[in-house]
């Protein structure tokens, strides 16, 4: 018995056997590959009683390269790297400068005290603490039963 992979992802298939099949195989080709890599770091977001935590994971940049501001109910992330390399006396034949910069935002929640914001960046994550407002903070209290 000879098992057939279902894929319902792929569209037209019956119309055009075979198309998917090679245009998937240039697009996941390794020259290509490389430069389809996200250029977005991964973000998780996770929420308290006391304050909402996001932490960005962008490992081999440096905390001078972050930029964090708030514009309105916009909290603004992003960074930028540029990376130049020079040998003067060289014959190169091939010469790749590194660059990379990305801006990620996220719309702050009512309930999030935006002046008391705290920002650190350990070991290639950046992590961002924001407050609640008082009012906002979850109170708890044991409720009798009679």
């Known amino acids: 018995m000879t098992l057939v ?16 099949d090679i245009f998937e195989s240039v697009i996941g080709d390794t020259f290509f590959s490389d430069r389809r890599i996200s250029s977005v770091p991964a973000v998780n977001i996770s929420e308290s009683a006391e304050a909402y935590q996001i932490e960005l994971a962008a490992p081999g940049l440096k905390k001078e390269d972050f930029r964090v501001s708030i514009e309105k109910d916009m909290l603004n992330i992003s960074a930028q790297k540029s990376e130049e390399s020079s040998s003067e006396g060289k014959i190169y034949n091939r010469r790749e400068y590194s660059y990379s910069a990305f801006t990620r935002s996220f719309t702050l929640p009512e309930s999030a005290d935006a002046d008391k914001i705290q920002a650190s960046y350990t070991q290639g994550v950046l992590k961002l603490s924001l407050p609640k407002k008082e009012e906002a903070k979850a109170v708890s209290r044991q409720i009798e039963i009679r």
């Open 5 to 20: 992979k279902f894929n319902p992802e792929k569209k037209n298939s019956a119309l055009l056997p075979g198309f998917n």
